[in-house]
């Protein structure tokens, strides 16, 4: 009878224990799925136009340097992320470094989200293991001749070495901006060798038909807080016209979907 | 019932033929042009139903003038983009003539959410309305950008 008690008890507190962690993998999930959309991941790893299934990448992305292809961010085992640990995954996000040690072009904005913090990092990875596994395999970029690997590693010691670190200065609208949204990899001009000039932080990049959002005359600067949440909100223009192609994705997948005192926090932000 | 439908589908028929026809008759410019100015002037509307909402001006007498307008121009926004008319100075995408059939399910998307706008905009809520026309525009030019308009240069 003492055993049975015991084994009921043992039984008990197993169910109550598991209920608590199920419960903080939730909570994980859905904060993890609040930081995907501000972190718009969606828009690149999904190939929308060839109706691609969601996060398997595949999406073309086309640059002066050639045709990127996003991967597959889904919890396949064989062709996604699946085997991926948690340092794996932090160190893809923060150093552009995949698991097997390659490393990322830049096209992925590591150097955005390498201020983006280990918790909200984690979260991400638990919301994305919740969604269903596609097996779908990368496809190679195609890329300028000369560009490789090598390359790739000379590039990154020089951006270290000559490029200013994208802006980051721990206020909630600077993390939602700089890291999360990423907004400098389109909105802040390139030099040459496709290195971000922070000097002229998100005076447009022409190249990218993406246009001057500094708090200059020819940015935002004349933009009143009500035009600007209209933007976030509902892609309107203050001139009765609608942002478009790429920044379309950006207001349907990410920036519409912010919190209210998120939406305050970039307004506030990008006003200074 | 049958003569009746057979009808109805031959002058639609015409219709879609005499358009095609026209539109290898004209310069693509001048039909780039025209669509522009139409888009442009679907934009003013919709700038002018905004202020009057807002209560920036006042003209609540004109708010239903802009909206017959602009549910006339939304009921023919698809007409504007013939084949042959992808070229040059246009920010109309490729996707418009590669994906017909999406094109047109997100100009149908747009004459719904004007419908829906329209419907709250006849209950005389001007919160609510100011409201559904925010959702509108997303709804309809915005979605509508998304996938088949480019950034301006």
Redesign the interface.
Same mark, same amino acid.
């Given at each position: 009878m003492f055993f049975r008690i015991v084994l009921m008890l043992y039984a008990l507190i197993s169910m109550a224990a598991s209920a608590d962690e199920s419960e903080v993998d939730r909570a994980a999930i859905e904060q993890g799925r609040y930081l995907f959309d501000a972190a718009n991941c969606y828009a690149c790893h999904t190939d929308?136009?060839n109706d691609g299934a969601p996060l398997a990448g595949g999406r073309a992305l086309e640059s002066d340097f050639g045709i990127f292809f996003s991967p597959n961010i889904t919890p396949d085992k064989d062709t996604g992320i699946g085997n991926w640990s948690d340092e794996d995954f932090i160190r893809a996000l923060i150093l552009g470094i995949a698991p097997d040690g390659h490393h990322y072009y830049p096209s992925f904005p590591y150097l955005s989200y390498q201020n983006m913090n280990r918790e909200d990092i984690l979260a991400i990875k638990a919301y994305l293991f919740s969604q269903p596994a596609v097996s779908q395999k990368n496809k190679p970029h195609q890329l300028a001749w000369y560009l490789s690997g090598f390359t790739l590693r000379i590039w990154k010691l020089l951006n270290d070495l000559a490029a200013m670190p994208v802006t980051y200065d721990g206020s909630r609208g600077s993390y939602l901006v700089d890291v999360l949204g990423h907004c400098n990899e389109c909105h802040t001009p390139r030099n040459m060798l496709g290195m971000l000039k922070m000097q002229n932080r998100l005076e447009g990049n022409?190249a990218?038909? +993406?246009?001057d959002i500094s708090t200059s005359k020819n940015g935002i600067g004349g933009w009143d807080k009500q035009e600007l949440a209209?933007l976030f909100? &509902? /892609? %309107?223009l203050p001139? /009765?016209? &609608? !942002? +478009?192609?790429?920044? /379309? %994705?950006v !207001?349907?997948n990410s920036t519409?979907k912010w919190a209210d005192y998120d939406l305050q926090a970039v307004i506030e932000y990008l006003q200074r | 019932m049958k003569n009746i439908i057979s009808l109805f589908i031959g002058l639609s028929l015409t219709t879609a033929v005499n358009l095609h026809a026209q539109a290898e008759e004209y310069e693509p410019e001048d039909l780039i042009e025209y669509r522009q100015e139409v888009m442009g002037a679907i934009k003013g509307h919709n700038k002018a139903v905004k202020a009057i909402l807002e209560g920036k001006v006042p003209y609540d007498g004109h708010l239903d003038m802009h909206m017959a307008s602009l549910e006339a121009l939304l009921g023919r926004a698809g007409e504007l983009f013939p084949e042959g008319s992808d070229f040059g100075e246009t920010n109309a995408k490729d996707a418009v003539w590669d994906n017909p059939d999406k094109f047109k399910q997100s100009v149908e998307k747009a004459q719904n959410a004007f419908a829906s706008f329209q419907s709250v905009l006849a209950k005389g809520d001007n919160s609510a309305s100011l409201d559904a026309y925010k959702k509108f525009g997303k709804a309809s030019c915005g979605d509508c950008h998304k996938s088949f308009k480019k950034k301006d240069d």
């Open positions: 929308v136009d022409k990218l038909s +993406a246009p209209d909100r &509902y /892609g %309107e001139d /009765g016209d &609608y !942002v +478009a192609d790429h920044m /379309g %994705e !207001v349907d519409s | -």
